[in-house]
């Protein structure tokens, strides 16, 4: 079974710049989650999605973040403008259900906002 | 709201030995699910074990187990016969037992463990 792939794997910009980060999941997962893991924490839920739907983006600074979901497949997350607090490494996780099985995580991008 | 607390930032063990990662959370649910998830410098997170809350009896898997404490709202790692490549962050998490909004996971801030040859 294929993972949960990410693109890029680094990426460094100026602050304002923007950015865009891809996920494309475990075939057939309908959950997808992009989280924030900034350096010494643990990672923090931005978006959830159930197919193309928004479930959950109570955290999401929708200021500068925006996030889809196309067809209930792929997923792009952007940033704009960016923030040096921005910098981070986002993760992209996908689970079949909503259920607390079969939560796989890709191996996330990680920002520098110089 | 649920918050999760590693209070160990960093542990050191010796290769074959056993070690104890800590981890305490604070939720008014009853129903909920914890994890700990290894996360090597490759960044991906790793599922270790998991436990569900109604479950008395402590999750195992292989060298991992769990001592679970559903009063107290702790829930430990126990590492045995440790190896080098158990080497790298650990992360608590928490999850309500429900679908739709709280089917995310709550993480601690993670433990470093490293581990001596």
């Known amino acids: 079974e294929a993972g949960v792939a990410q693109s890029p794997r680094y990426k460094i910009i100026e602050k304002r710049q923007s950015v865009a980060f891809w996920c494309n999941p475990i075939?057939?997962?309908?959950?997808l989650y992009w989280y924030q893991q900034i350096l010494g924490q643990g990672p923090k839920l931005l978006i959830q999605?159930?197919?193309?739907?928004?479930?959950?983006d109570s955290q999401l600074p929708k200021d500068r973040f925006s996030a889809e979901r196309l067809k209930g497949v792929d997923s792009t997350l952007k940033i704009q403008p960016a923030k040096l607090e921005d910098s981070a490494v986002y993760l992209c996780a996908s689970s079949f259900g909503q259920g607390p099985y079969g939560y796989t995580f890709g191996s996330g991008t990680r920002l520098t906002v110089v | 709201a649920q918050t999760v607390t590693q209070s160990q930032p960093e542990m050191s063990v010796q290769e074959a030995e056993t070690v104890t990662l800590s981890c305490t959370y604070d939720?008014?649910?009853?129903?909920?699910?914890l994890f700990w998830y290894k996360q090597p410098p490759s960044r991906q997170m790793i599922l270790v074990i998991r436990?569900?809350?109604?479950?008395?009896q402590n999750a195992t898997e292989n060298r991992f187990s769990v001592n679970f404490q559903k009063a107290a709202k702790s829930f430990s790692l126990k590492i045995s016969d440790s190896q080098l490549g158990d080497a790298a962050m650990y992360f608590c998490a928490y999850r309500r037992g429900h679908g739709g909004s709280q089917g995310n996971l709550i993480f601690g801030k993670g433990t470093k463990l490293s581990v001596k040859p």
């Open positions: 939720t008014s649910e009853s129903d909920y699910y």
């Open positions: 075939s057939g997962h309908a959950t």
């Open positions: 999605f159930q197919n193309n739907g928004v479930v959950d």
């Open positions: 436990q569900e809350a109604y479950k008395q």
